[in-house]
Protein backbone atom coordinates (compact mmCIF):
# COMPACT_ATOMS: atom_id res chain seq x y z
CA UNK A 1 0.00 0.00 0.00
CA UNK A 2 1.25 3.60 -0.85
CA UNK A 3 2.12 5.52 2.28
CA UNK A 4 1.29 8.79 2.41
CA UNK A 5 3.36 11.33 5.56
CA UNK A 6 2.34 14.01 6.63
CA UNK A 7 4.96 16.95 8.40
CA UNK A 8 3.93 18.15 10.87
CA UNK A 9 1.24 16.70 13.00
CA UNK A 10 0.70 20.03 14.74
CA UNK A 11 0.76 23.25 13.24
CA UNK A 12 0.01 26.25 15.81
CA UNK A 13 -0.37 29.74 13.44
CA UNK A 14 -0.79 33.30 13.99
CA UNK A 15 -3.61 34.49 12.51
CA UNK A 16 -2.87 36.68 9.02
CA UNK A 17 0.29 34.27 8.87
CA UNK A 18 0.85 31.71 6.57
CA UNK A 19 1.10 27.85 6.74
CA UNK A 20 2.64 24.83 5.35
CA UNK A 21 1.88 21.34 4.88
CA UNK A 22 4.00 18.60 3.71
CA UNK A 23 2.74 15.14 1.71
CA UNK A 24 5.05 12.50 1.21
CA UNK A 25 4.42 9.32 -0.65
CA UNK A 26 6.32 5.72 -0.40
CA UNK A 27 5.74 5.69 -4.23
CA UNK A 28 5.13 7.51 -7.27
CA UNK A 29 1.58 9.27 -7.73
CA UNK A 30 1.67 9.73 -11.28
CA UNK A 31 -0.75 7.55 -12.84
CA UNK A 32 -0.21 5.30 -15.97
CA UNK A 33 -3.13 8.03 -17.85
CA UNK A 34 -0.71 11.21 -16.96
CA UNK A 35 -2.71 12.56 -14.28
CA UNK A 36 -1.35 12.99 -10.20
CA UNK A 37 -4.11 12.02 -7.75
CA UNK A 38 -3.31 14.05 -4.83
CA UNK A 39 -6.09 15.70 -3.23
CA UNK A 40 -5.99 17.77 0.26
CA UNK A 41 -8.94 17.61 2.76
CA UNK A 42 -10.40 20.45 5.08
CA UNK A 43 -11.78 19.02 8.38
CA UNK A 44 -13.42 21.33 10.78
CA UNK A 45 -14.21 20.85 14.45
CA UNK A 46 -17.57 18.15 14.50
CA UNK A 47 -17.78 18.37 10.68
CA UNK A 48 -17.40 15.83 7.80
CA UNK A 49 -14.21 16.37 5.59
CA UNK A 50 -14.68 19.06 2.67
CA UNK A 51 -12.43 18.42 -0.40
CA UNK A 52 -10.59 21.57 -1.09
CA UNK A 53 -8.13 20.46 -3.72
CA UNK A 54 -7.60 18.13 -6.47
CA UNK A 55 -5.09 16.53 -9.03
CA UNK A 56 -2.10 18.43 -7.09
CA UNK A 57 -3.52 22.35 -7.13
CA UNK A 58 -6.93 22.45 -8.45
CA UNK A 59 -9.16 24.13 -6.22
CA UNK A 60 -12.66 23.04 -5.69
CA UNK A 61 -15.49 25.56 -6.02
CA UNK A 62 -15.95 27.90 -3.29
CA UNK A 63 -12.57 27.94 -1.73
CA UNK A 64 -10.80 30.68 -1.19
CA UNK A 65 -7.63 31.80 -3.21
CA UNK A 66 -5.28 32.11 -0.20
CA UNK A 67 -5.18 27.47 -0.37
CA UNK A 68 -2.89 26.60 -3.28
CA UNK A 69 -1.60 22.90 -3.87
CA UNK A 70 2.21 22.18 -5.29
CA UNK A 71 4.52 19.43 -5.80
CA UNK A 72 5.18 16.17 -8.10
CA UNK A 73 5.85 12.97 -8.27
CA UNK A 74 6.37 11.82 -4.40
CA UNK A 75 6.26 14.95 -2.41
CA UNK A 76 3.20 17.58 -2.23
CA UNK A 77 2.53 20.57 -0.15
CA UNK A 78 -0.80 22.14 0.78
CA UNK A 79 -0.43 26.23 1.48
CA UNK A 80 -2.33 28.93 3.13
CA UNK A 81 -1.16 32.28 2.38
CA UNK A 82 -3.29 34.04 4.97
CA UNK A 83 -4.43 32.22 8.00
CA UNK A 84 -8.54 33.03 9.37
CA UNK A 85 -9.78 31.66 12.15
CA UNK A 86 -12.03 29.44 9.89
CA UNK A 87 -8.99 27.37 9.01
CA UNK A 88 -8.90 25.80 11.95
CA UNK A 89 -9.09 21.97 11.65
CA UNK A 90 -7.54 18.76 10.27
CA UNK A 91 -6.17 18.57 7.14
CA UNK A 92 -5.94 15.13 5.33
CA UNK A 93 -4.08 14.46 1.97
CA UNK A 94 -5.01 11.72 0.10
CA UNK A 95 -3.67 9.35 -2.98
CA UNK A 96 -6.02 8.61 -5.93
CA UNK A 97 -3.82 6.50 -8.30
CA UNK A 98 -3.07 3.67 -6.49
CA UNK A 99 -5.68 0.62 -5.12
CA UNK A 100 -6.49 0.79 -2.00
CA UNK A 101 -6.97 4.79 -1.62
CA UNK A 102 -4.70 6.24 1.06
CA UNK A 103 -4.76 8.83 3.24
CA UNK A 104 -2.31 11.10 5.33
CA UNK A 105 -2.60 10.96 9.05
CA UNK A 106 -3.29 14.38 8.94
CA UNK A 107 -2.11 18.30 10.73
CA UNK A 108 -4.31 19.97 12.91
CA UNK A 109 -3.82 23.64 12.45
CA UNK A 110 -4.68 25.70 15.13
CA UNK A 111 -4.55 29.44 15.84
CA UNK A 112 -1.51 30.47 18.45
CA UNK B 1 -27.72 21.17 -4.49
CA UNK B 2 -25.93 18.15 -3.83
CA UNK B 3 -26.69 16.27 -0.63
CA UNK B 4 -25.57 12.60 0.68
CA UNK B 5 -27.42 11.54 3.74
CA UNK B 6 -25.85 7.88 5.08
CA UNK B 7 -28.50 6.09 7.41
CA UNK B 8 -28.24 2.35 8.71
CA UNK B 9 -26.16 2.95 11.69
CA UNK B 10 -25.68 2.02 15.19
CA UNK B 11 -25.22 -0.55 18.43
CA UNK B 12 -24.15 -3.76 17.13
CA UNK B 13 -22.38 -6.89 18.81
CA UNK B 14 -18.97 -8.27 17.63
CA UNK B 15 -19.67 -11.15 15.04
CA UNK B 16 -22.97 -9.01 14.12
CA UNK B 17 -23.83 -7.60 10.85
CA UNK B 18 -25.45 -4.17 10.03
CA UNK B 19 -26.34 -2.12 6.35
CA UNK B 20 -25.62 0.98 5.93
CA UNK B 21 -27.31 3.06 3.08
CA UNK B 22 -25.97 6.68 1.86
CA UNK B 23 -29.27 8.33 -0.38
CA UNK B 24 -28.17 10.58 -2.89
CA UNK B 25 -29.39 13.96 -4.61
CA UNK B 26 -29.00 17.05 -6.52
CA UNK B 27 -26.09 14.91 -9.55
CA UNK B 28 -26.42 12.45 -11.72
CA UNK B 29 -25.74 9.35 -9.48
CA UNK B 30 -25.18 6.71 -12.12
CA UNK B 31 -22.11 9.18 -13.46
CA UNK B 32 -19.76 8.85 -10.18
CA UNK B 33 -17.66 6.12 -8.97
CA UNK B 34 -18.98 6.25 -5.26
CA UNK B 35 -16.52 5.60 -2.05
CA UNK B 36 -17.14 4.41 1.87
CA UNK B 37 -14.99 6.30 3.92
CA UNK B 38 -14.56 5.88 7.87
CA UNK B 39 -13.14 8.00 10.90
CA UNK B 40 -12.74 6.01 14.41
CA UNK B 41 -13.53 8.24 17.04
CA UNK B 42 -10.74 10.35 17.76
CA UNK B 43 -8.36 8.75 14.59
CA UNK B 44 -7.89 9.94 10.77
CA UNK B 45 -9.73 8.62 7.66
CA UNK B 46 -9.63 5.62 5.97
CA UNK B 47 -11.05 4.44 2.89
CA UNK B 48 -13.18 1.34 3.39
CA UNK B 49 -14.72 0.32 -0.63
CA UNK B 50 -15.37 1.64 -3.88
CA UNK B 51 -17.68 0.69 -6.84
CA UNK B 52 -17.76 1.98 -10.10
CA UNK B 53 -20.48 3.65 -11.86
CA UNK B 54 -22.60 0.75 -12.92
CA UNK B 55 -21.55 -1.42 -9.81
CA UNK B 56 -19.72 -3.90 -12.00
CA UNK B 57 -16.41 -3.58 -10.27
CA UNK B 58 -15.77 -3.25 -6.93
CA UNK B 59 -12.85 -2.41 -4.37
CA UNK B 60 -11.61 -2.91 -0.91
CA UNK B 61 -9.34 -2.13 2.19
CA UNK B 62 -7.89 -5.37 2.82
CA UNK B 63 -9.52 -5.85 6.21
CA UNK B 64 -12.79 -5.45 5.36
CA UNK B 65 -12.40 -8.35 2.36
CA UNK B 66 -14.75 -11.25 2.45
CA UNK B 67 -17.00 -9.20 5.62
CA UNK B 68 -17.96 -5.62 3.75
CA UNK B 69 -19.89 -5.80 0.46
CA UNK B 70 -20.10 -2.45 -1.21
CA UNK B 71 -23.31 -1.94 -3.65
CA UNK B 72 -25.64 0.47 -5.20
CA UNK B 73 -28.77 1.16 -7.08
CA UNK B 74 -28.53 3.96 -9.98
CA UNK B 75 -32.56 3.51 -10.43
CA UNK B 76 -32.83 4.75 -6.11
CA UNK B 77 -29.72 6.82 -6.50
CA UNK B 78 -28.58 4.79 -3.08
CA UNK B 79 -25.49 3.69 -2.24
CA UNK B 80 -24.68 0.49 0.23
CA UNK B 81 -22.74 -0.98 2.32
CA UNK B 82 -23.66 -4.28 3.55
CA UNK B 83 -20.96 -5.28 7.02
CA UNK B 84 -21.18 -8.43 8.35
CA UNK B 85 -18.71 -10.29 10.89
CA UNK B 86 -18.33 -6.94 12.60
CA UNK B 87 -15.39 -6.43 15.33
CA UNK B 88 -14.67 -4.14 17.04
CA UNK B 89 -12.20 -2.30 14.92
CA UNK B 90 -14.66 -1.52 12.65
CA UNK B 91 -16.49 1.38 15.23
CA UNK B 92 -16.06 4.41 13.20
CA UNK B 93 -18.47 7.19 11.82
CA UNK B 94 -18.83 5.78 8.10
CA UNK B 95 -19.01 9.18 5.30
CA UNK B 96 -20.44 8.15 1.61
CA UNK B 97 -18.37 9.84 -0.53
CA UNK B 98 -19.02 11.07 -4.06
CA UNK B 99 -16.26 10.04 -6.80
CA UNK B 100 -13.26 8.15 -6.38
CA UNK B 101 -11.37 11.40 -5.20
CA UNK B 102 -13.94 11.74 -2.66
CA UNK B 103 -15.05 15.60 -3.64
CA UNK B 104 -18.59 15.33 -1.84
CA UNK B 105 -19.11 13.92 1.57
CA UNK B 106 -22.41 12.91 3.75
CA UNK B 107 -22.48 13.48 7.14
CA UNK B 108 -21.54 10.10 7.90
CA UNK B 109 -23.44 7.29 10.40
CA UNK B 110 -21.64 6.33 13.66
CA UNK B 111 -21.55 2.63 14.09
CA UNK B 112 -20.14 1.20 17.21
CA UNK B 113 -19.34 -2.63 17.52
CA UNK B 114 -19.24 -3.77 21.31
CA UNK B 115 -20.41 -6.19 23.86
Known amino acids: DVVMTQSPLSLPVTLGQPASISCRSSQSLVHSDGNTYLNWFQQRPGQPPRRLIY???NRDSGVPDRFSGSGSGTDFTLKISRVEAEDVGVYYC?????????FGGGTKVEIK | EVQLVESGGGLVQPGGSLRLSCAAS????????MNWVRQAPGKGLEWVANVIQNGSEKYYMDSVKGRFTISRDNAKNSLYLQMNSLRTEDTAVYYC????????WGQGTMVTVSS
Open chain 1, 94 to 102: MQGTHWPLT
Open chain 1, 55 to 57: KIS
Open chain 2, 97 to 104: CRGSSSSF
Open chain 2, 26 to 33: GFTFSSYR
